[in-house]
Every structure is written in structure tokens, then in C-alpha cells.
């Protein structure tokens, strides 16, 4: 049976002490920052493979195979994702929270900083590929721990007061970093053709050196968790975390399935599908899918801190399934509103999924699945839930969708049971589990939280 697990602030005997308020605010900037450093590399990525890393790397007769070799590169940093997941989070539950933390943020600064300076295939040939593609790999294996190590920051310091709005924080850097990379790559993108592809997308990524410097100058001046302490202190390190993990606590592993596997399809489908389909089936200029990305984004910002402000008022539950609740209503009224052609209710659609539904959820899973591992092995248990579910449902879920719609004839009105799908499972893993859940919480929220 899964040991009970000890979570943050009123787990133990010994109540953990209240972190200096002026190390509290520097930890929930270090972990804001390194959310948007890490997310701001993935956007400006995404975009350069679609719309200059073809030609500048893989030049051919053919404009079609280049698209696909420079994306085939972007899931490269998917398959990175659980290599670095999977060793950080060991080094970050033997060494310490903070030092992996450093080590996740100048890895991915510095393979962000090394894209920007790479010679094209016209210089190098062959070799400009082949690094690019080792230099996106190595990306990935920093963002594998980044935000999963951002969380656990968050939760293991401070007391049960506003944890919810606690460990929702480096939610706010994921859309952060996503607004900013899709502006200022969106203003490169306005220079003349010769240019963007010369010097221009460069730009983007060397501007990375600026977050960087600042994220690495905040982290190096935090101090080590206050659960990671108490855990050491008593010598009670795990010496083999991942399989602990597993050993002891797998039930929750498969809570986190159902919770995360949801979560993600609900982003894949609302980020990456939508905008491939109001651009590719409605034809849309493509400049009007990402606006209405970015208008959603920028004020999930927002959101994210706000939905968990009303966890800790509310409970986690109840939030989470109002999230569900959202993408049901999502997936019944988005595909109508995108026919009648009128802007501005497309835009609106993809504010209520992105701003609201996404939001939501966004800052309950992350304290929900923090709170579900013990400290010994809270990293590598959340690393054991995140980095599978990405590989197998964010990646495949938007190709899977589109394949979806084609066999139906192009009517995307079955993409709305993928919607519909994921919340039942994703509020019936909640509802069905809670108890194991509400346990977890309930040594980390108040009662109140835990009971709602």
C-alpha cells in the first residue's frame, strides 16, 4: 500500500518554518522566469521550424520537405523531454531542488543561445542540421524538469496559506513565455525576406541571453526547499527515487494519468489543432489564428493566478471540474461558432478554451500532482506522470484530430468527443480518486480545501 505521502507546509510532526517572505518572493520569481525562459525557447522553436528553418537548413527542390524536416526537428525536443526529465529529477531528488534548478535553466539558455548562432546549411553543409537537431534535443532535456522543478519549489516552501495561489505562479511564466515568443517573433517576422532569413531569426533567439542572465542571477540567490532540508536533515534521501516512486506510490502515478493525459490533450487540441484548422480548412490569413493565440494567452496570464486564488478559497475539486465543465461547453459550441465566420466570436471561443478552461486547469493540476508525492521522491513521481502523457498524447493528439476530421468527411464535430472525452476522464479521475487525493492535499491546504 502507498505510503502516506508528506507534503508541504503542515506535513510531520514539526510544522515547517515559515520561509523569510523575502526568499518566498525570490523563489516565486525564480520559478515564474524559469516557466517563461523555458516556454519562450519552445515558441520561438515551433515557429522558426515552420516558417525559416527550412531553407536555412534543410534546402531541397522541394518547399514540402523542407516544412517536414525542420518540424521533424521540433519533436525532436519532445524526445529530449523525458531523458532530462528522467535525470534531473533524480539529481533533484538526491542533490537538492535548487541546484537543479540552475543546471535545467542554463541548459536550455545556452542551447537557445547556441541556435542563434548557427551557421546555416550554405556555411557547413550537413553538419548545420545535425547540430541543430543536438542543440534542440539538448533543449528538451532542460524543459523536461524546468516546470515540474518550478512546482515543487513553490510547494515546498512557505506554510498551507495560499498554497493554491503558491504553486499556480509558474503557470503565469508558460503564458508568459508563449506571449513573448510569439511577439517578438511575430515582429522579426514583419523585415523583408532576405533579411529574416539572413539575420533576422536570429534575433529571437540571442534575446534569450537577457531572461537567462536574470533567471540564473535570481535562482543562484534562493535557498533550498524547506521539505528537501527536513528530508536531508533526517537522512532520509532516496537513493533510488524513480523506483520508489513506482514502488510505493504508483497508485497515484496512475491518478496522474488521468489527471495530466486530459490536461494535455485539452492544450494540444486548443494551441496547436485550432490553429492548423482555421488557417488550413476555414483558410484564415495566418496571422488571425495567432492573434487570437496571443489575445488568449496574454490573459491566461492572468487567469492562472486567479483560478489558484480560488483554490485556496474554494478547494481544488471544484475548480478543476468547473475547468471540465468549460471544455464540455467547448466542445459542444466552438465548432459552430468557428462556421458562422464572424471574428470576433472565433476569438471569443478561443478565449473562454484557452483563458478560462486551459487556466484553470493549468493551476490545479500542478497542485494536485505535487501534493500526491512524498518529498523524497516528489520529483521524479511528478516527472513519471508529465513527460509519458506528453509523448503519447500533447505530440500525436493534433495529427490525430486532423486524421479525425478527414475520415469524417471534414466535419470537425468529431473532434468535439475528444473534448468531451477528456473531461469525463479527467473529472471522473478526480471524482472517482478524490479521497486518495483530498488526503494528499489536505496536509498541504486547509481542511476546508481538501473537503470541498
Not at 520559478?31 to 516558417?51: H, N, P, Q, R
Not at 551557421?119 to 534535443?137: D, E, F, K, Q
Amino acid at each position: 500500500m502507498a505510503q502516506p505521502a508528506s507534503v508541504p507546509a503542515t506535513s510531520g510532526a514539526l510544522p515547517a518554518p515559515h520561509a523569510p517572505s523575502s526568499n518566498l518572493r525570490r523563489t516565486a520569481w525564480a520559478g515564474i522566469i524559469g516557466s517563461m525562459v523555458e516556454y519562450y525557447d519552445f515558441t520561438l522553436y515551433g515557429l522558426a521550424a515552420a516558417l525559416v528553418f527550412g531553407p536555412l537548413f534543410f534546402p531541397s527542390g522541394d518547399p514540402n520537405a523542407q516544412i517536414i524536416s525542420a518540424l521533424l526537428t521540433f519533436a525532436l525536443g519532445y524526445l529530449g523531454r523525458p531523458l532530462g526529465g528522467l535525470l534531473f529529477s533524480h539529481f533533484g531528488d538526491r542533490m537538492g531542488r535548487k541546484p537543479m534548478l540552475i543546471m535545467t535553466l542554463m541548459l536550455m539558455g545556452v542551447s537557445t543561445l547556441g541556435i542563434g548562432l548557427l551557421p546555416t546549411h550554405a556555411s557547413i553543409g550537413v553538419w548545420a542540421p545535425i547540430l541543430l537537431g543536438t542543440l534542440r534535443i539538448l533543449q528538451g532535456m532542460g524543459a523536461g524538469a524546468e516546470y515540474v522543478g518550478s512546482l515543487v519549489m513553490m510547494a515546498e516552501n512557505g506554510d498551507g496559506r495560499r498554497y493554491g495561489l503558491r504553486v499556480a505562479l509558474p503557470g503565469m511564466g508558460v503564458f508568459a513565455g508563449i506571449v513573448l515568443g510569439t511577439a517578438v517573433f511575430s515582429l522579426v517576422a514583419l523585415l523583408p525576406r532576405e533579411d529574416l532569413l539572413s539575420w533576422g531569426w536570429r534575433l529571437p533567439f540571442l534575446a534569450s541571453a537577457v531572461t537567462l542572465g536574470v533567471g540564473y542571477w535570481i535562482r543562484t540567490g534562493i535557498h533550498e526547499t524547506e521539505e528537501f532540508q527536513k528530508v536531508k536533515a533526517a537522512g532520509n534521501v532516496a537513493r533510488f527515487p524513480m523506483g520508489q516512486a513506482i514502488i510505493h506510490q504508483w497508485r497515484e502515478i496512475l491518478i496522474g494519468f488521468g489527471i495530466n493525459g486530459p490536461y494535455l490533450a485539452f492544450s494540444s487540441l486548443t494551441q496547436v489543432f485550432l490553429l492548423s484548422y482555421l488557417t488550413n480548412t476555414l483558410h484564415y490569413p495566418a496571422w488571425f489564428g495567432l492573434l487570437a493565440n496571443l489575445v488568449s494567452s496574454t490573459l491566461a496570464i492572468g487567469m492562472v493566478p486567479l483560478a489558484g486564488s480560488l483554490v485556496d478559497r474554494f478547494g481544488a475539486r471544484l475548480v478543476w471540474l468547473a475547468g471540465c465543465g468549460v471544455f464540455v461547453l467547448f466542445g459542444l459550441v466552438v465548432f459552430p461558432l468557428f462556421a458562422t465566420g464572424v471574428e470576433p466570436l472565433i476569438v471569443l471561443a478561443m478565449v473562454l478554451g484557452i483563458s478560462v478552461g486551459l487556466a484553470a486547469l493549468y493551476a490545479t493540476q500542478g497542485i494536485m500532482l505535487t501534493s500526491l508525492f512524498e518529498p523524497r521522491h516528489r520529483l521524479s513521481g511528478v516527472v513519471l506522470v508529465r513527460e509519458p502523457t506528453a509523448a503519447l498524447i500533447a505530440g500525436p493528439i493534433p495529427a490525430y484530430a486532423t486524421w479525425l476530421v478527414k475520415q469524417n468527411g471534414g466535419d470537425p464535430m468529431v473532434v468535439a468527443v475528444l473534448f468531451v472525452a477528456a473531461a469525463v476522464i479527467a473529472g471522473g479521475t478526480v471524482l472517482i480518486a478524490w479521497r486518495r487525493i483530498g488526503s494528499h492535499l489536505s496536509r498541504t491546504t486547509s481542511a476546508r480545501d481538501a473537503a470541498s
